[in-house]
């Protein structure tokens, strides 16, 4: 049973415009998430995180927002660059835990 | 640091057989993850380990599977006998404790193990 699910398998976006990649997650005692990025033949490397107690986090191109009521997270890239083109991991583990639940990840192309 | 390390980067192998993935966390990290990425499921957590202890197996799928970790340098997934539902990308992580980014765990390359 996915308890973190990423509904969109792929999303194609221009170089310079924004790509907006979701997630759903179903456990209310998820309070830390986590977006992984992931090129061919490599692992999973960390991009950004937020706790439960923001809304919103920024970390250069990258911002994340968390909408708790609605169980709902979603990365923006702005301004999007063909270097971006990877798969993105949604993550999320409840505060004092180290089991992550990952959702399947959507394929993002970056179109030059 | 050369990050975690992984062999064999690739393994084929018949249905039946027994097969042994092996991972070198990062230098200094005490704790270390094993996971599986299908396209069905995304990244499932294995087992984790916390200096060299085994801490949580309950995503191993079944008896099949077994992990371990002899010294805090070197871990190992066994599968035996392997089955072609095994087919997957198989991931070691690690991360130390009290890290900045609280959970942020470092991935290896992954093996990507085929059971024909």
């Known amino acids: 049973d996915q308890q973190v699910k990423q509904n969109s398998p792929s999303l194609s976006v221009q170089e310079g415009r924004i790509s907006i990649l979701n997630c759903d997650y179903t456990n209310s005692m998820f309070d830390y998430f986590l977006w992984y990025k992931k090129y061919p033949a490599e692992g999973p490397t960390f991009l950004i995180s937020i706790s439960s107690i923001k809304d919103k986090n920024e970390d250069g191109r990258f911002t994340v927002f968390l909408n708790k009521s609605a169980k709902h997270l979603s990365l923006h890239i702005v301004p999007s660059q063909p270097g971006d083109s990877a798969v993105y991991f949604c993550a999320a583990s409840p505060w004092s835990g180290n089991q992550f639940y990952f959702g399947t990840g959507t394929s993002l192309t970056v179109i030059p | 640091d050369a990050g975690v390390i992984q062999s064999p980067r690739h393994e084929v192998t018949e249905m039946g057989q027994e097969v042994t993935l092996r991972c070198k966390p990062i230098s200094g990290h005490d704790y270390l993850f094993w996971y599986r990425q299908t396209m069905m499921r995304g990244l499932e957590l294995l087992i984790y380990f916390n200096n060299n202890v085994p801490i949580d197996d309950s995503g191993m799928p079944e008896d099949r599977f077994s992990a371990k970790m002899p010294n805090a340098s070197f871990s190992t997934l066994k599968i035996q006998p392997s089955e072609p539902r095994d087919s997957a990308v198989y991931f070691c992580?690690?991360?130390?404790?009290?890290?900045?980014?609280?959970?942020?765990?470092?991935f290896g390359p992954g093996t990507r193990l085929t059971v024909l």
């Open positions: 992580a690690s991360r130390p404790s009290g890290t900045g980014n609280f959970n942020e765990q470092f």
